[in-house]
């Protein structure tokens, strides 16, 4: 596959990254549950999440909704992370999102960024799922692999952002503030994920459900505020 996302080799970039991959060693081995299972449930296979929502809306949608005070400020920094003006494609900060999601295993998430990121990157679904499955071996840039590399150590502590693999992003040709805004959509999407399963919302496996939302242009706190004017 040709890489849309290649930037021009390094010297020794590409031995360092592979060092800090093995050292991190993240598994997004994920065992999704059956894609071909009709309706919407929990990680523990319930119908109902673990309160009594006021929707029937999936996963952090349905949350949105029961406490709209805090969608609020939690979707103006999901805008700021993912949709503004930035170095960084929304494709690949998506991918960072969908990554850090895949390895905690939230299913909602997982679906809802995996779909927007392939709406937005040129090989769409299948460098997300090469990505999810293999990041060393994934035809990503270099600059990118070492991103989603110090995204997956946040998602193991923020103490396991080393030196070296802020040193080996800088010399793949990251800037701090991208180096910054991969910590930050890692740490925040650790913090969305916890949120969506510590309450055990639904959500369906099929990748149809969530198509249609990653087609639209116009921001995340646009979508909240048409999804809460609906009632």
Same mark, same amino acid.
């Given at each position: 596959?040709?890489?849309?996302?290649?930037? /021009?080799?390094? /010297?020794?970039?590409?031995?360092?990254?592979?060092?800090?991959?093995?050292?991190?060693?993240?598994?997004?081995?994920?065992?999704?549950?059956?894609?071909?299972?009709?309706?919407?449930?929990?990680?523990?296979?319930?119908?109902?999440? @673990?309160?009594?929502?006021?929707?029937?809306?999936?996963?952090?949608?349905?949350?949105?909704?029961?406490?709209?005070?805090?969608?609020?400020?939690?979707?103006?920094?999901?805008?700021?992370?993912?949709?503004?003006?930035?170095?960084?494609?929304?494709?690949?900060?998506?991918?960072?999102?969908?990554?850090?999601?895949?390895?905690?295993?939230?299913?909602?998430?997982?679906?809802?960024?995996?779909?927007?990121?392939?709406?937005?990157?040129?090989?769409?679904?299948?460098?997300?799922?090469?990505?999810?499955?293999?990041?060393?071996?994934?035809?990503?840039?270099?600059?990118?692999?070492?991103?989603?590399?110090?995204?997956?150590?946040?998602?193991?502590?923020?103490?396991?952002?080393?030196?070296?693999?802020?040193?080996?992003?800088?010399?793949?040709?990251?800037?701090?503030?991208?180096?910054?805004?991969?910590?930050?959509?890692?740490?925040?999407?650790?913090?969305?994920?916890?949120?969506?399963?510590?309450?055990?919302?639904?959500?369906?496996?099929?990748?149809? @459900?969530?198509?249609?939302?990653?087609?639209?242009?116009?921001?995340?706190?646009?979508?909240?505020?048409?999804?809460?004017?609906?009632?």
């Amino acid at each position: 596959m040709t890489n849309a996302l290649a930037y /021009p080799t390094r /010297p020794n970039v590409a031995e360092k990254l592979s060092d800090i991959l093995s050292s991190h060693a993240p598994s997004c081995d994920v065992e999704w549950a059956d894609r071909t299972r009709p309706g919407q449930f929990n990680h523990e296979g319930a119908s109902t999440p @673990h309160i009594a929502l006021n929707s029937d809306d999936p996963g952090i949608r349905g949350l949105f909704k029961f406490r709209p005070e805090a969608a609020f400020p939690l979707n103006g920094l999901v805008e700021v992370l993912l949709f503004r003006e930035n170095s960084l494609s929304r494709g690949e900060r998506e991918l960072i999102a969908t990554y850090v999601s895949a390895l905690n295993e939230c299913r909602f998430c997982f679906f809802t960024h995996a779909a927007i990121a392939a709406a937005h990157l040129p090989e769409g679904m299948t460098l997300v799922e090469q990505v999810r499955a293999d990041l060393d071996a994934a035809p990503v840039s270099e600059k990118l692999r070492a991103l989603l590399a110090i995204a997956a150590a946040v998602q193991q502590g923020g103490k396991q952002v080393s030196r070296a693999d802020v040193d080996a992003a800088r010399e793949a040709g990251a800037t701090d503030l991208e180096i910054h805004d991969t910590v930050l959509i890692a740490a925040a999407f650790c913090m969305y994920n916890r949120y969506v399963d510590g309450l055990g919302t639904i959500a369906s496996d099929d990748p149809a @459900h969530y198509a249609v939302r990653a087609q639209r242009s116009d921001g995340y706190l646009a979508v909240l505020t048409d999804s809460l004017s609906q009632g």
